[in-house]
T-cell receptor, first 113, second 114 residues
Framework: SQQGEEDPQALSIQEGENATMNCSYK?????LQWYRQNSGRGLVHLIL?????REKHSGRLRVTLDTSKKSSSLLITASRAADTASYFC?????????????FGKGTHLIIQP | DGGITQSPKYLFRKEGQNVTLSCEQN?????MYWYRQDPGQGLRLIYY???????QKGDIAEGYSVSREKKESFPLTVTSAQKNPTAFYLC?????????????FGSGTRLTVV
């Protein structure tokens, strides 16, 4: 079963606007990660947030984690056309990812020029 | 440059045939993983390996087999027992030490049954 579920399934915004995607999960985690996938390509790791962290930044990306609500959000600020992609959250139960990450179904983000 | 290479990019299989997908990494990562992605779906774990000559089943291992004879290589065989093999297959690797930062993925192999 899917551990993480992203919301919304699809999102279309104008270039320059901010994009927010959410992820909910079911069981306790060691860390949560966000990945980007361009159409027909492999996934690219964006950011990792550990269970004892509440917020993390990387460039135009801001990730929050609320372990009490079992949810995370990914904010992309000042969006660009190149941000058009699918975004996946992945939960790591054991830490180190050694037993495999569990991925959600993703949010498909379209940035309109 | 270090990275993870999957080949071929596209693969066509006839009914009843076994096919092998290649995955090679030069990142010196200990662990390697195989995922399957269907249209509009997330990734589902097929097999993973934390060390040479050892591997574990993931959530959907039936109809697949793997080997890990070298640290750099983790080939996946899709056997004729896999009822619906048409999908996008992704290989990933990661370190298992304190420098763990997430997975590095290959660019994928798209398998189609004809």
């Amino acid at each position: 079963s899917q551990q993480g579920e992203e919301d919304p399934q699809a999102l279309s915004i104008q270039e320059g606007e901010n994009a927010t995607m959410n992820c909910s999960y079911k069981t306790s985690i060691n860390n949560l990660q966000w990945y980007r996938q361009n159409s027909g390509r492999g996934l690219v790791h964006l950011i990792l947030i550990r269970s004892n962290e509440r917020e993390k930044h990387s460039g135009r990306l801001r990730v929050t984690l609320d372990t009490s609500k079992k949810s995370s959000s990914l904010l992309i600020t000042a969006s660009r056309a190149a941000d058009t992609a699918s975004y996946f959250c992945a939960t790591d139960l054991s830490g180190g990812g050694a037993d495999g990450l569990t991925f959600g179904k993703g949010t498909h983000l379209i940035i309109q020029p | 440059d270090g990275g993870i290479t999957q080949s071929p990019k596209y693969l066509f299989r006839k009914e009843g045939q076994n096919v092998t997908l290649s995955c090679e990494q030069n990142l010196n990562h200990d662990a390697m993983y195989w995922y399957r992605q269907d249209p509009g779906q997330g990734l589902r774990l097929i097999y993973y390996s934390q060390i040479v000559n050892d591997f574990q089943k993931g959530d959907i291992a039936e109809g697949y087999s793997v080997s890990r004879e070298k640290k750099e290589s983790f080939p996946l065989t899709v056997t004729s027992a896999q009822k619906n093999p048409t999908a996008f297959y992704l290989c990933a690797s990661s370190t298992l030490d304190r420098g763990y930062y997430g997975y590095t993925f290959g660019s994928g192999t798209r398998l189609t049954v004809v």
